[in-house]
């Protein structure tokens, strides 16, 4: 009897030991998996700690926005004035209004308690605000080095959201536009200026500008390799086209997209100085979608039609 009853307590304590084990498996394993659902994601700005998968996502930057709306990830809440046409979706009323696109609605961002916070360089200077709500990611393009920038935030996105293959399979499509494209331009002889139309007044970018891929990725020469590298372009006047004359001319209208579609582009080529230049008299003048150039560049789809509206402006 004395011999059944110690079988029977090491029976019991074998199985609580084992118990125990288990549960201290279990316990370690779901740390692991607590930890690798969080990422550092390294930024202009600094480093945040950002849980994979996020579901309930903020984005400031159009091109963010373009990129996850071509991955299939879905955003909370998003700027929904002067929205790209082609992202127009997002001002349904299912998608909260952060705000302006420079004055984040604080309040309203922290109602909605999000998971991530996306900003590009229009709301930098309210990142530490942000990043007191929530975890913020700065995710500007580098306009000094477009195409690493660029490429380097949808892996980014790939991560967090688990969409590296997708991500790799867009990125390859639009390296293969972009080298088709650098086979003509390189056997071009011919130069390219890309100007801002606002309100009456003109801006010229060149090479490491805002729109200077099209002279460090695309492999068209500027027509003035000196201008001025900054956000708003360098101010020209009609006689500065004139004396430059470029054989490409491509415009980018800023009117057409956030001052009620009040279009300037036209206007630049029907006046009396520049109707002469090469570009005009040539037809070599190309007006470039503003959604893609102005409010949503760096994106997945963006980009890609930014090269095939290049293309199509030198085969004309």
């Known amino acids: 009897m004395r011999k059944f009853a110690l079988i029977f307590l090491i029976s019991i304590v074998a199985i609580i030991a084992a118990a125990c084990g288990s549960n201290s498996e279990s316990t370690s394993g779901s740390e692991k ?21 996020p579901e309930n996502v903020v984005v400031f930057d159009f091109g963010v926005l373009d ?20 992202l127009e979706k997002y001002a349904d009323k299912k998608y909260q209004n952060a705000g302006g696109i420079k004055e984040p609605d604080f309040e309203k961002i922290n109602e909605m308690a999000p998971d991530l916070i996306i900003i590009s360089g ?61 086979e003509k331009t390189s056997t071009l002889d011919k130069n390219s200026l890309v100007i801002l139309a606002n309100e009456g007044n003109i801006s010229a970018y060149g090479p490491g500008s805002r729109f200077g891929l099209i002279h460090d ?13 900054s956000t708003h372009g360098q101010n020209i006047s009609f006689e500065y086209l004139v004396e430059k004359d470029p054989d490409y001319l491509f415009i980018v209208d800023r009117g057409a997209v956030v001052e009620g ?24 003048v190309i007006y470039l979608n503003p959604d893609y150039w102005y409010l949503s560049g760096g994106g ?7 090269v095939k509206e290049v293309e199509a402006g030198i085969e004309k």
Request: charged content about 35%.
């Open 33 to 53: 998996e607590t930890k690798a659902e969080e990422i550092t994601v390294k930024h202009q700005l600094g480093e945040t700690k950002v849980k994979k998968n």
């Open 67 to 86: 990129s996850l709306d071509k991955l299939g990830v879905e955003v909370a809440g998003l700027p929904q004035d002067n929205l790209p046409k082609y």
């Open 122 to 182: 229009r709301q930098q200077e309210a990142y530490e605000d942000l990043s007191e709500i929530a975890p913020t990611i700065f995710m500007g393009v580098d306009t000094a080095r477009y195409m690493e920038s660029y490429e380097e935030n949808a892996k980014t996105l790939g991560e967090i959201f688990g969409k590296e293959s997708e991500v790799e399979t867009e990125l390859a499509k639009v390296k293969e536009t972009i080298d088709g494209l650098k």
């Open 217 to 229: 990725v695309f492999g068209l020469k500027a027509v003035d390799e000196n201008l001025e590298v």
């Open 261 to 284: 579609g009040q279009t300037s582009g036209k206007s630049i080529v029907e006046n009396e100085l520049v109707k002469n230049i090469k570009a005009v008299k040539e037809n070599q």
């Open 300 to 306: 997945l789809t963006s980009v890609a039609e930014m």
